[in-house]
């Protein structure tokens, strides 16, 4: 069967002061969501470039999710198989 699927993540950002928090969300196929959360903090003596920590918490959070499907994935393989399943990032 050949189909085509749209998965979206979504990641929400927050700063406020010397944190940024993110937090990733997946959607697929109307399922409930994977959440993946992720936060940076700024030392008080470095130049103030938002980016980068937004950069930083969203790179974390969007990590954290990809271990979380990777587990849903392993756990679906091992439903469907009965066989213990090891998969590596």
């Not at 993110?22 to 103030?48: C, F, I, Q, T, Y």
């Not at 974390?60 to 990777?70: G, V």
């Not at 091992?78 to 066989?83: D, H, I, L, Y």
Request: aromatic share 4%; proline share 3%; glycine share 6%.
């Amino acid at each position: 069967m050949i189909a085509t699927e749209q998965w979206v993540v979504t990641v929400y950002i927050d700063e406020r002061d010397d944190r940024t928090q993110a937090e990733a969300r997946l959607m697929k196929r109307g399922e409930s969501e994977l959440h993946g959360s992720g936060v940076a903090h700024r030392n008080p003596r470095d130049v103030n470039v938002p980016e980068i920590g937004a950069e930083l918490a969203a790179s974390r959070a969007l990590s954290q999710l990809a271990d979380q499907l990777l587990d849903v994935s392993a756990a679906d393989v091992e439903r469907s198989t009965g066989q213990p399943a090891h998969f590596h990032s």
